[in-house]
């Protein structure tokens, strides 16, 4: 069973930071790719992040596209999203997803590339 535990999320102001991570046992983690969504209330989830599963290759929406980072550390099966300079309109829940690893090692960033997905955790940034 593929569990995905995110964490990090909370109130802040515009401008500040965050680091959101995405927890899971060693089986999914060497199993699986991971990236990150958001749903803001009232809207459709987005994709924000992916990394791909060797690490090398990353994507991003392009309204997050350097101020948000991605990445992974192998040796605690966890995967990261570094928010920096948020705004108001990145107030969602953010999502941790888990996507079978594709052939050719690249980030996925549709979302029914993904099989499972976390909890969520909530981000909102006021103005």
């Known amino acids: 069973q593929v569990h995905l535990e995110e964490s990090g999320g909370g109130l802040v102001q515009a401008g500040a930071s965050l680091r959101l991570s995405c927890a899971t046992s060693e089986r999914t983690y060497a199993s699986y790719v991971l990236g990150w969504f958001r749903q803001a209330p009232g809207k459709e989830r987005e994709f924000v992040a992916a990394i791909s599963w060797s690490g090398v290759s990353t994507s991003y929406a392009d309204s997050v596209k350097g101020r948000f980072t991605i990445s992974a550390d192998n040796a605690k099966n966890t995967v990261y999203l570094q928010m920096n300079n948020l705004k108001p309109e990145d107030t969602a829940a953010y999502y941790c997803?888990?996507?079978?690893?594709?052939?050719?090692?690249?980030?996925?960033?549709?979302?029914?590339?993904?099989?499972?997905w976390g909890q969520g955790t909530q981000v909102t940034v006021s103005s």
């Open positions: 997803a888990a996507a079978a690893i594709p052939v050719d090692d690249v980030p996925k960033s549709y979302e029914y590339d993904y099989e499972y």
